[in-house]
């Protein structure tokens, strides 16, 4: 019997495109349903009744929720290609440590980066770019997170590409000329279809991001 697999998402969510790219990685077919995240749909509520939030995967009926885990049960339940963490234990502590700490550090900053103004938002800056700094260290000469092949930490960070842009233009700065070569990684990792496909158009998402501040009483 074929596997039936559908993704509950939200276009623009970073979240969700880690998602998109296990799966595109992985070969796996599925059936994408954009939710509405102000009227969520009954099966959101149903499948993900804790957290009711986006993305949750549905395999076979039955739902994975949080973006890391289902990467991970990506990874575990489709063995095509490469797999996304390494089989060292120390390694896999590691990968996951990273992928944690893109988590905790990296997507908190940058919401401030497009909410907040004057100290708080230079303050957001400076704290996004030593972040950066941090994954350079940890990337050293390797062309991928994972080593040779795309891995967890790469499909964990590089959704937030697509809002690197808007990014740029609300704080007024450069993520190149701090940190070249996190962009040279995420353009490497652009050549792969799985991501290009996966990513947003980051002028669409500025888009998105400028209805955010309104709603939000930024501007």
């Given at each position: 019997?074929?596997?039936?697999?559908?993704l509950?998402?939200?276009?623009?969510s970073?979240?969700g495109?880690?998602?998109?790219i296990?799966?595109?990685?992985?070969?796996?077919?599925?059936?994408?349903?954009e939710q509405?995240?102000?009227?969520?749909?009954a099966?959101?509520?149903?499948?993900?009744?804790?957290?009711?939030?986006i993305?949750?995967?549905?395999?076979?009926g039955?739902?994975?929720?949080?973006?890391?885990?289902?990467v991970?049960?990506?990874?575990?339940?489709?063995?095509?290609?490469?797999?996304?963490?390494?089989?060292?234990?120390?390694?896999?502590?590691?990968?996951?440590?990273?992928?944690?700490?893109?988590d905790?550090?990296v997507?908190?900053?940058?919401?401030?980066?497009?909410?907040?103004?004057?100290?708080?938002?230079?303050?957001?800056k400076?704290?996004?770019?030593?972040?950066l700094?941090?994954?350079?260290?940890?990337l050293?000469?390797?062309?991928?997170?994972?080593?040779?092949?795309?891995?967890?930490?790469?499909?964990?960070?590089?959704?937030f590409?697509?809002?690197?842009?808007a990014?740029?233009?609300c704080?007024?700065?450069s993520?190149?000329?701090e940190?070249?070569?996190?962009?040279?990684?995420?353009k490497?990792?652009?050549?792969?279809?799985s991501?290009?496909?996966?990513?947003?158009d980051p002028?669409?998402v500025?888009?998105f991001?400028?209805?955010?501040?309104?709603?939000?009483?930024?501007?």
């Amino acid at each position: 019997m074929a596997d039936e697999v559908t993704l509950l998402d939200f276009w623009a969510s970073p979240f969700g495109i880690r998602v998109r790219i296990a799966l595109a990685e992985k070969g796996v077919k599925y059936e994408y349903s954009e939710q509405n995240l102000k009227n969520k749909s009954a099966l959101l509520l149903q499948m993900n009744p804790v957290y009711k939030k986006i993305p949750t995967l549905i395999h076979n009926g039955r739902s994975v929720c949080e973006s890391l885990i289902i990467v991970q049960y990506v990874d575990d339940a489709w063995k095509a290609n490469a797999p996304f963490l390494p089989s060292d234990p120390h390694q896999r502590a590691q990968t996951r440590f990273w992928a944690d700490f893109i988590d905790k550090k990296v997507f908190e900053i940058t919401k401030k980066i497009w909410t907040a103004k004057g100290e708080e938002l230079e303050g957001a800056k400076k704290d996004f770019i030593e972040c950066l700094k941090l994954l350079e260290g940890e990337l050293g000469e390797k062309p991928y997170f994972g080593g040779e092949n795309l891995g967890y930490v790469d499909v964990a960070f590089v959704p937030f590409y697509c809002w690197f842009y808007a990014y740029e233009t609300c704080g007024k700065f450069s993520i190149e000329a701090e940190c070249p070569k996190i962009i040279a990684w995420a353009k490497r990792c652009m050549k792969k279809e799985s991501v290009s496909r996966s990513l947003e158009d980051p002028k669409k998402v500025y888009e998105f991001v400028l209805e955010l501040r309104k709603r939000l009483g930024v501007d």
